[in-house]
């Protein structure tokens, strides 16, 4: 499983718009990239899920560049519920019994 | 709705002692796993199952065991619970790929 390494953390206002980085040189053909989000004393929750270029829900957009090396993750407009830690991954999409290992996550904070 | 429940939520028990910790999706999910996390940290994976009677080890396993007799229930035990094993544990079911749903968490004591 490829090895994602994303910043330790990050502070916004509300209002703003955030945009997290992720790096995952060694990811593979059949990967996917994945974002999970986390709040204090919940499990992680699916966010958003891309391939390649840009993939947007009610949520966030995932820009994935043509390498696909990194990925950008872009939260628009934020509030104080934003505030929680975001993890980026890759596996494999395709896989029927995929597995995935969290890292330690970007833990956000958003002041108001 | 569908759903994953976790039991007991909170559970103190003393060095030595065996703990079973519950998880029960209603997915009919073919894959279920077991992560703990600790303070301020990331999760790690225990043991995962692919199926019915299918169980694999993750990268922290030592300690503990897990059996898959249906679909529905992947029961985590602590064979001898250590101090070092007090953290969350979060139990998730996945139908394929990455998007896996996750339980509420058992916060775990060993004094």
């Known amino acids: 499983l490829a090895k994602t390494t994303q910043p330790i953390s990050m502070d916004s206002y509300e209002g703003q718009e955030v945009n997290i980085t992720c790096s995952h040189n060694?990811?593979?053909?059949?990967?996917?990239i994945t974002w999970y989000q986390q709040f204090p004393s919940q499990g992680p929750r699916f966010i958003i899920q891309g391939y390649k270029t840009k993939v947007t829900n009610e949520v966030a957009s995932l820009f994935i560049p043509a390498d696909r090396k990194s990925s950008t993750l872009s939260l628009p407009r934020v509030s104080l519920s934003d505030t929680a830690v975001y993890y980026c991954?890759?596996?494999?999409?395709?896989?029927?019994?995929?597995?995935?290992?969290f890292g330690s996550g970007t833990r956000l904070s958003i002041r108001p | 709705d569908a759903e994953i429940t976790q039991s007991p939520r909170h559970k103190i028990t003393e060095t030595g002692r065996q703990v079973t910790l519950a998880c029960h999706q209603t997915w009919n999910h073919n894959n279920m796993f077991w992560y703990r996390q600790d303070l301020g940290h990331g999760l790690r994976l225990i043991h995962y199952?692919?199926?019915?009677?299918?169980?694999n080890k993750g990268e922290v396993s030592d300690g503990y065991s897990v059996s898959r007799s249906n679909t529905e229930d992947l029961p985590l035990t602590l064979e001898s619970a250590a101090s070092s094993q007090t953290s969350v544990y979060f139990c998730a079911s996945s139908g394929g790929g990455n998007e896996q749903f996750f339980g509420p968490g058992t916060r775990l004591t060993v004094l």
């Open positions: 991954l890759v596996g494999d999409g395709y896989s029927s019994a995929s597995k995935i290992i």
């Open positions: 060694n990811i593979a053909t059949n990967d996917y």
């Open positions: 199952s692919y199926g019915v009677q299918d169980t």
